[in-house]
């Protein structure tokens, strides 16, 4: 049994490589190969049905992949338009399920108020991944990224917590509003000071224990871990826990993480962000065989897809609706409002409007809706819902995520970015950390300058925005004084590199550029820093 799981995971691994490998070749995005591509692999003839415990998305893949989009979320973006993301994330996930659960009540016979309210609660959160993957490498302004990435980070607690309120509904036959408002305020901001509290105490390890590269990135493979079972082991937000305590740490790495540190553990999350992804992905499309066998002497097959069809075009009218009133009546009754954001336009909010693709999340809630209620009788309708969540995160998918890069082209949204390029930002950055490494070489160094040579010429590198290699070194020969003059020479460099990663985060506390290009800048200073010791080593 263990070598059947270890091999079926290599396949679906050596799967994923290749449907990312062909998506890549013809420029589409990922994701939707790969739930085309699980899909077709569902319907190999003459193999096992795979039936996947939720409990193996929600512990095992959802933390870590929500902590690595929170590590690399902006928190100034996301402070910037947390009217937009809150909009989103809380009024829309929360207008949706409504709505969803009025219409499906009215639409399916049979179908409940409660079964309603879960159906919305299963489907309401875009996927991040996808909606990133489609808008990589597409000209838009920054604006629609950080708004998209800021309410994938939220918006799935607040689904999840409809959710789990509308379940209980169901398996219990009770439901008080004013109990469920007063739990989703506990669970919301218990899970946010639980993951605060546990990425302080992560701060704490890395800062003032004697840790290694190895031991600090193991470290944060841990802390979404923990900071989710906390949370969930108290009924609180397991999600929120995460966002929460991710972007704490994101903040404060500059403070304990060394430049080796930082390397090795990128390295290591994108690798496992890819992983996981692409595992999630190919496992949904994996999932259609099962929806479909679960419809038999339930419904026919022509019904099942006639309902998703009709929800799925009700889910994307409902958030482009929404869109309109969200971006401009805040507009029109704030001065404030109007004199600090650009006008977005009406491209801004369509194309924010066809982001909402559905994905991991929504899998994983149908798939967690249990097979019995309390009194022992199956749970009503749990086929349907799972297949109408299928066919949900289908359409939404394949269909908005293809024909969101033609919208993109269509409203010309990128043309209007007026945000200062990166290019531009980049050279501003290096302008900026050149010039405080200079001064200070001028100020701490000038002895060194004028007696030793290879300092001399760090001064007049760092001064024409030179790059640092290790071809000089090389041809140093190795006497007594020639390495004590390279010892002084990385020492020096080594305290102009911090010098400079200073600045930097002087730049990220004045907001003056943006974060993304700030982590180049950074990365780079960590190579740099890297070559050097390397060498000495």
Sequence with gaps: ?????????????????????????????????????????????????????????????????LYEAAWYTSWHEFWKWKRAIGLLAFGLVFFTSTIVAYVSKALIPGFTLGLGFLLGGIISPPDAVAATSVLKGIRVPKRITAILEGESLINDASSLIVFRFALAAVVSGSFV??????????????????????????????KHLPTTPSINTALTLMAPYVMYLVAEEFHFSGVLAVVSGGLFMSYHSHQV???????????????????FNGLVFILIGLQLPQAVAGLRGH????EAITYGLIISGLVIAIRLLWMYPATFLPRWWSYNVRATERNPGWQGPLVIGWAGMRGVVSLASALSVPLLLENGQPFPMRSLILFITFIVILVTLVFQGLTLPWLIRFTKVGENDDATPLAEQEAGIRLHIRR??????????????????????????????????TRTLDNIEESDAQREALRRYHEVLLDVLGVQREELQGL?????????VLRQQEAQLDLDEAKVRHIEH
């Design 1 to 65: 049994m263990l070598h059947e799981s270890l091999l079926l995971i290599i396949v679906l691994l050596f799967a994923v490589l290749l449907l990312v490998m062909l998506a890549q070749k013809l420029r589409v995005s990922y994701p939707i190969f790969l739930v085309l591509g699980g899909l077709g692999l569902g319907f190999i003839p003459k193999q096992a049905p795979l039936f996947i415990d939720p409990n193996l998305i929600f512990l095992i893949f959802l933390p870590p992949l």
């Design 177 to 206: 509003w004013q109990q469920a408002a007063t739990s989703f305020l506990l669970a919301s901001g218990m899970g946010i000071v639980i993951g605060v509290a546990i990425g302080f105490g992560f701060y704490l390890i890395h």
């Design 257 to 275: 993480f060394d430049a080796n540190t930082r390397i090795q553990s990128n390295s290591v999350w994108a690798s496992i962000g890819f992983i």
């Design 299 to 302: 419904y026919s097959l022509q």
């Design 436 to 469: 405080a490494a200079v001064a200070h070489l001028k100020q701490q160094y000038a002895p060194d300058m004028a007696a030793n040579e290879l300092v001399a010429r760090l001064h007049q590198r760092m001064s024409t925005e030179v790059e640092l290699t």
């Design 508 to 516: 990220r506390r004045r907001n003056q550029f943006e974060d993304e």
